[in-house]
């Protein structure tokens, strides 16, 4: 019941928008050549949003479970985007492109 909720909310705000939320799996890329924005919820369960600059590919490189749900880790260029420490909730994380 929880995950139809965040895919109906998820929906609505994609459509609101007119943008498409785009969730790419484990070891999958997508590309920003007019940039965008990250949307999610954190480790800590906090509401986290990050602009996309344009540039080359970001990937999702990394998922691991952590208190029993499963976080997304991101790459661009090969180094941890947008830091280190940025993981988001994989089923609720959303990259909008412009």
């Known amino acids: 019941?929880?995950?139809?909720l965040v895919l109906a909310a998820l929906?609505?705000?994609?459509?609101?928008?007119?943008?498409?939320?785009?969730?790419p799996e484990w070891g999958k890329c997508v590309s920003f050549p007019n940039g965008g924005r990250?949307?999610?919820?954190?480790?800590?369960?906090?509401?986290?949003?990050?602009?996309?600059?344009?540039?080359?590919d970001i990937c999702v490189v990394?998922?691991?479970?952590?208190?029993?749900?499963?976080?997304?880790?991101?790459?661009?260029?090969?180094?941890p985007w947008p830091n280190a420490d940025w993981a988001a909730n994989v089923d609720d994380f959303c990259f909008f492109k412009k």
């Open 11 to 23: 929906m609505a705000s994609s459509s609101v928008f007119g943008q498409e939320c785009i969730r």
């Open 1 to 4: 019941m929880r995950g139809l």
């Open 62 to 79: 990394n998922e691991e479970e952590i208190g029993g749900y499963t976080f997304a880790r991101f790459a661009r260029n090969g180094a």
């Open 38 to 56: 990250h949307t999610g919820t954190s480790i800590q369960k906090e509401k986290i949003e990050a602009e996309v600059t344009p540039g080359p």
